[in-house]
């Protein structure tokens, strides 16, 4: 019955993303899935935590912020690319969606909080996650083979967002909310994705937390920094990533958990590094099952193998 109701809200995704620059109805997604109108809308909300409408909605307002961030466009052609039927309708929408107008927006281009579907909502992870270990115990000692490389990272800022004592992901949760990711999404000169990190003690100001989510820009960036965050500049570094096996979306904890044993155990002064955790962040990238459950940690060379 769960598959049931993933698969079903998949397909509705699925028809929206392709329809996106046309006229959606209640209707033509209960076809896309084989259930009913009302059926097809519980299900949708139930899983993604939000109806079909507020879905769409969202879905288009964020398309057409980066098509005004990214194109050199007038705001009326993306409305109506977007099945607004006026320039007062979308100015209106897209003023309550992210707190500015197209036009200033199209103008200055400041981060904005972009809407990124997510195939089933976190609450729905939850309880879909304690149905399956009620029906087995898994044994997350286990683990496929994981990739280890070492990169480079040249001098960068931070811009960032800080909790208040979070030391990881779900505390800093619950001090500063689920969605900052999206924040920095809107950062148009990232030089990287949006990152989760642990900062090294000398990046702690006193009463703020040690996890923290930002995204790495260009070291002359001069952008907006948006209200209620912070920008620091990082030094050339070096960092062992490392990249675990895909996993099934809904398993992302036993993924992170299962990583987190190799990298405790693992000595990089075998490959002739050390640890160097005072020279940056260490980092873990959004949990996307597709490629694996990614973690970044600072090293430096010890010139011996």
């Known amino acids: 019955m769960i598959r049931d109701k ?7 995704q699925d028809y929206i993303q392709s329809h996106i ?9 209960a076809k896309s899935c084989g259930l009913s109108p009302w059926h097809a809308s519980r299900v949708f909300k139930e899983l993604t935590g939000k109806t079909p409408f507020e879905y769409i909605r969202a879905s288009r307002l964020s398309q057409a912020a980066l098509r005004l961030r990214d194109e ?20 209106r929408a897209f003023s309550r969606q992210f707190g ?20 089933i909502s976190q ?30 990272r040249p001098a960068r800022k ?14 800093y949760c619950d001090e500063v909310g689920c969605d900052i990711h999206n924040d920095l999404l809107g950062v148009k000169e990232a030089l990287f994705e949006p990152i989760g990190a642990w900062l090294p003690p000398g990046m702690i100001p006193e009463g703020t ?5 930002g995204v790495e820009v260009p070291p002359d960036y001069s952008g907006q920094v948006p209200e209620g965050y912070d920008i620091i500049d990082l030094k050339p570094c070096k960092m062992m990533i490392f990249q675990g096996p895909p996993f099934k979306d809904e398993e992302f904890g036993d993924a992170i958990e299962s990583l987190w044993k190799v990298m405790k155990t693992y000595n990089p002064e075998i490959y002739g590094y050390r640890w160097a955790d005072d020279d940056a962040p260490r980092f873990q990238m959004e949990p996307q099952g597709y490629r694996g459950y990614i973690e970044g940690r600072p090293v430096q060379e010890t010139g011996k193998i």
């Open 6 to 12: 993933e698969d079903a809200v998949g397909r509705m």
């Open 21 to 29: 620059n046309d006229p959606i109805t209640l209707h033509d997604l």
């Open 72 to 91: 050199k466009v007038k705001i009326i052609d993306v409305a109506f690319d977007f099945v607004f039927d006026t320039h007062e309708g979308f100015t």
């Open 100 to 119: 500015i107008t197209p036009l200033k927006y199209r103008r200055h281009t400041p981060p904005v909080k972009l809407f990124i579907p997510n195939h």
């Open 123 to 152: 609450s729905y992870r939850n309880k879909l996650k304690e149905e399956e270990n009620m029906e087995k115990k898994k044994d997350v000692t286990k683990i496929e083979t994981v990739f280890v490389q070492v990169v480079e």
């Open 158 to 171: 931070m811009i960032l967002k800080r909790g208040i004592r979070a030391t990881g992901y779900f505390e």
């Open 209 to 213: 937390s040690q996890y923290i989510q």
